[in-house]
């Protein structure tokens, strides 16, 4: 080898380094060795192949080793029927596993679905849990307070009568000195008396034929229906004398002064001064005598439309309105609106007054006021008036209507007094059309008061055209109690140059408003004779600081009905999620504290009683203008029932949820459903208020003629249900002051309203934060059908009229269900409302 190497190097490199030798070899080993590869995988099987066929055909068919065999046919079928059975037992086992999966998953439907009741069990235990310890909280307060001291229950006062003869009381130094403190008997009239009056029957006393028919049985038909009177004198705190009007003139001999006196003082209880008496003089026309100036009445108080300076007693006489409609109520459908605010004129003026209208024609330009003040004072600027008057008129800035002399014969009247022209429709008809109505004050200073008017200032109040009194010394009827510049323009005789500029420059607003006060004081104490009666007794009383009589109550005639199962909760309405909306009341019904103002609603409320309304002529439970504590007051507690929040540090939501909120310590509200021949509806409503937190009762206003079905089971709901029988069907009769309620917050809502447990909280403490609203439920605009209403209110806050709903009618309602617009919760709004509380 080694030799073989040596000269395979040796040549290689002697042939000049190409090995080509060694290539060649190499070339042909490998080609030898491919052949013989390809021979034996490509020859050796079809060989092995040949001979091992020949070896089975020589060797039989038993023999065979590749060839078929003898039923191979049965072996197929018999191998395919395995594989069917074994197909068909595979698929019932799959049947098998997938039912039980389906088994399993139903099973872990079911658990899952009580694993959610279990998790909303919870949570309602717990919600049920925070609610009484709520109301284990807050009896654990009401104990201690009890226990500090011993409150009595508040209710209207026992009421107290005079049981002794009068006292003597000692004589004023002269007629005109007569007070209430030194002329009035106080001690037959206590703050609880109720204030019973008694009437002189008119027949009885010599001048009682002598009165006017009119006036006396105007006068008679008042007295029935008037509250305070009683029959029992021997219990009276005031005795009222009608001395007139009289029909015929009253200087006739039977009634002169020393005859006038003598038969005063024959009446039964007069006690030879006449305390406590009151003699009431009734003017039903223009000029009416003042025939008691020169009788000298004692001490008892005078009530009539004349007065003299030197007859009038200051807060003891009474300068009353003249009677117009004596027997016939006013027709408030002729009563012209309120708006438009400016009329045809801007002012109007008729009268006549024969000595001035001769003075304002004489020649000559008339002197200023400054000119005339330089010298002797005048009597009266009547000519002034009338001058400026007609140059107001003939400049035509305005249109203006005045006339100093009548088309017909003037009506009567008293001396320096301006006379009334025309007939009342025609007077009428001009006020109508003018924005303001002048009323010339008597030209004699003396003069402080006179028929002719009053009855210009009653005329101009019934139409709504704005008094101006020219003249700052006139007495006008009740002027201690009504605030008159809020209804009419007070205006001295000297400004009658600045008249014209005063009233141009007068708002329609403030227009509008003295027209509405105007109307307001004309329909609640000079419209009939029943209020000018009224109102004269009601001064007297709020005079000597007396309450009005608690108004009446509507009975309440309950229906009878049987009480089912307990009512379930809807999950709908009652679910809350974590609001606490308070404890569910598990103690008696709760009501309202009553009447706790009845002493400061007449001796510190006396401006608001009789200028603002309903007027000063009953006494109410609650009224919505009470004044209420600050609203640190259920922050910090103060005095006895309040829970301070957070013990007095506040705290997040979830503490102010747990509070009772408001400006009072504890308060229920009243659920009135008003309903009409809707078994089904009313009684799925009446389910729905189930748990309500706060709730007192639910009061049924059925408003069908016929009684529920006798069969009929109505839900427990753990609270009185009262069901009301009516008169008649009306929507008012939500509005009716029923005797059951004794709640001041009141739920008017529909039979077929469907509000959820927190939607009626929101509304209840919104009533709670703000009295002075009635708030009103609506749905959002655009959404499908209406369903039934729902309303908050104090106690008496909504009047008669209001509009309203009742199942089945089209007016607006609250909530909307509609494919394409979902239930929301209703929108709260606020609207003013008057002080009705009943």
């Known amino acids: 080898m080694s030799a073989y190497n040596m000269l395979r190097n040796g040549s290689a490199v002697g042939n000049g380094g190409q090995p080509w030798v060694l290539r060649c070899s190499n070339r042909i080993r490998l080609t030898w060795l491919s052949f013989t590869l390809f021979f034996i995988l490509v020859f050796f099987p079809l060989i092995a192949h040949y001979y091992l066929t020949t070896i089975d055909e020589a060797g039989g068919p038993d023999k065979r080793i590749f060839g078929p065999r003898p039923g191979g046919e049965l072996c197929e079928v018999k191998h395919v029927q395995d594989l069917c059975r074994i197909r068909e037992s595979v698929s019932e086992e799959l049947l098998q596993l997938e039912a039980k999966r389906q088994e399993l998953n139903g099973e872990i439907a079911r658990l899952n679905l009580k694993i959610e009741a279990c998790k909303k069990s919870i949570d309602n235990a717990k919600q049920d849990l925070l609610q009484l310890k709520n109301v284990i909280s807050q009896t654990e307060h009401s ?3 009890l226990m500090a001291q011993n409150q009595p229950k508040l209710s209207l006062p026992v009421r107290l009568l005079p049981d002794k003869d009068d006292a003597g009381l000692p004589l004023p130094k002269s007629a005109r000195a007569c007070r209430l403190h030194s002329c009035f008997d106080y ?3 206590p703050l609880t008396s109720g204030f019973p009056v008694y009437v002189y029957d008119p027949g009885t006393y010599p001048w009682g034929e002598n009165l006017d028919p009119l006036v006396r049985q105007a006068f008679a038909a008042a007295v029935k229906t008037n509250i305070y009177v009683t029959d029992n004198p021997n219990i009276a705190c005031l005795y009222v004398v009608l001395v007139g009007e009289l029909q015929e003139s009253p200087f006739h001999s039977s009634l002169s002064p020393s005859n006038l006196e003598k038969q005063l003082h024959a009446l039964p209880f007069w006690r030879t001064d006449g305390h406590n008496h009151l003699l009431v003089h009734l003017s039903r026309k223009s000029m009416t005598q003042n025939f008691l100036y020169n009788v000298s009445t004692g001490r008892a108080a005078v009530a009539q439309s004349t007065f003299l300076e030197r007859q009038y007693r200051v807060g003891f006489d009474l300068v009353v309105s003249p009677l117009v409609h004596a027997l016939s109520e006013p027709n408030f459908l002729e009563v012209p609106p309120q708006v438009p605010v400016k009329r045809k004129y801007l002012f109007s003026f008729q009268g006549e007054k024969v000595e001035s209208l001769r003075s304002s024609l004489q020649e000559g330009p008339p002197q200023s006021f400054e000119e005339e003040m330089e010298g002797d004072p005048p009597a009266d600027y009547d000519d002034r008036i009338i001058g400026t008057l007609k140059a107001v008129q003939d400049s035509h800035l305005d249109q203006v209507l005045v006339e100093f002399t009548c088309k017909n014969r003037p009506q009567p009247s008293l001396p ?20 303001f109505a002048l009323v010339i004050s008597p030209g004699d200073g003396q003069l402080l008061a006179s028929a002719g008017c009053g009855m210009r200032l009653f005329e101009a109040l019934e139409v709504g055209a704005i008094p101006v009194i020219l003249g700052d010394h006139s007495r006008l009827p009740y002027h201690d109690m009504i605030s008159w510049n809020e209804a009419a323009l007070l205006v001295p005789k000297p400004r009658i140059t600045e008249l014209h500029f005063l009233l141009r420059s007068i708002s329609d607003n403030d227009l509008l408003a003295m027209r509405r006060q105007g109307r307001f004081l004309w329909e609640t104490y000079f419209s009939t004779a029943e209020s000018v009666f009224g109102t004269i007794l009601a001064s007297i009383r709020t005079r000597i600081q007396i309450p009005a009589a608690p108004i009446r109550e509507e009975p309440a005639q309950e229906i009878p009905h049987k009480a089912g199962k307990t009512a ?22 709760y009501a309202s504290p009553r009447y706790l103002r009845n002493f400061t609603c007449t001796a510190a409320d006396t401006y608001r009683a009789w200028n603002r309304p ?3 002529f009953h006494l109410f439970p609650h009224t919505p203008l009470d004044p209420v504590l600050p609203s640190e007051a259920k922050f910090l507690g103060s005095g006895t029932g309040f829970r301070p929040i957070g013990g007095g540090t506040g705290g997040s939501g979830k503490e102010f949820q747990a509070a009772l909120g408001g400006n009072v310590p504890r308060e229920q509200f009243t659920v009135v459903m008003l309903t009409y021949e809707r078994e089904e509806v009313l009684m799925n409503s009446l389910e729905r208020l189930n748990g309500l937190p706060y709730l007192n009762k639910v009061v049924v206003v059925w408003n069908s003629p016929k009684p529920p079905s006798e069969d009929l089971l109505w839900p427990d709901i ?3 249900i009262v069901v009301v ?3 008649k069907n009306s929507l008012n009769n939500r509005f009716l002051p029923w005797d059951v309620v004794e709640t001041e917050a009141i739920l008017s809502i529909d039979d077929d309203a469907h509000l959820r447990h927190d939607e009626i909280m929101f509304g209840f403490r919104n009533v709670q934060g703000d009295r002075h609203a009635v708030l009103t439920s609506t749905a959002p605009s655009g959404c499908g059908a209406r369903r039934g209403t729902a309303s908050w209110a104090s106690l008496g806050g909504t009047m008669p009229g209001t509009p309203a709903t009742s199942p089945g009618s089209t007016t607006p309602t609250t909530r909307a269900s509609s494919p394409w617009c979902s239930p929301a919760p209703p929108s709260f709004t606020s609207t003013t409302r008057t002080c009705t509380r009943t």
């Open 416 to 435: 320096t007094e301006w006379a009334l022209c025309g007939e009342r429709e025609e007077r009428l008809e001009v006020l109508k059309a003018s924005t």
């Open 187 to 189: 001690s037959r009239c």
């Open 614 to 616: 309903p007027g000063p």
């Open 568 to 589: 379930g909760t809807d999950p709908n309405m009652a679910d809350n999620g974590d609001l606490d909306l308070g404890p569910v009341e598990t103690e008696p019904p």
């Open 718 to 720: 753990g609270l009185p």
């Open 143 to 145: 104990y201690k307070e």
């Open 725 to 727: 029988r009516t008169e």
